[in-house]
């Protein structure tokens, strides 16, 4: 005796999909945050007394993990060359493009 074949119930599949788009843009929503903190001009980098905040010295590490020297690092931030220097030796002691990245927050 051949076997019935159920019909097929486009619902589940269809629910499955909407879930993975509601997904999808949760998390295009959230990368989209961080894409937009990632600003080298950000006042929020820099302190009062004009040294890099947590958030400043986390964004010039990004910098150099896109390959860009010093100088770039120096006029993007509006930092001196010697401070972009010191932060790039110290990015390197850290690993470089493979430390252990911080949130930007």
């Not at 629910?15 to 990632?38: H, S, T």
């Not at 120096?74 to 493009?97: C, D, E, L, V, Y």
Request: hydrophobic fraction near 30%; charged fraction near 30%.
């Amino acid at each position: 005796m051949p076997e019935q074949q159920q019909p097929f119930d486009p619902k589940p599949v269809l629910d499955l999909i909407a879930n993975i788009e509601a997904d999808l843009q949760r998390l295009k929503g959230l990368v989209e945050q961080q894409v937009e903190k990632f600003d080298p001009a950000n006042p929020h980098n820099k302190a009062p007394d004009g040294k890099l905040t947590e958030e400043g010295v986390e964004c010039c590490y990004r910098l150099f993990d896109e390959g860009k020297s010093r100088y770039s690092v120096a006029q993007q931030m509006k930092i001196s060359f010697a401070a972009a220097t010191h932060r790039f030796n110290t990015w390197r002691k850290m690993g470089g493009p493979k430390r252990q990245k911080t949130l930007l927050g």
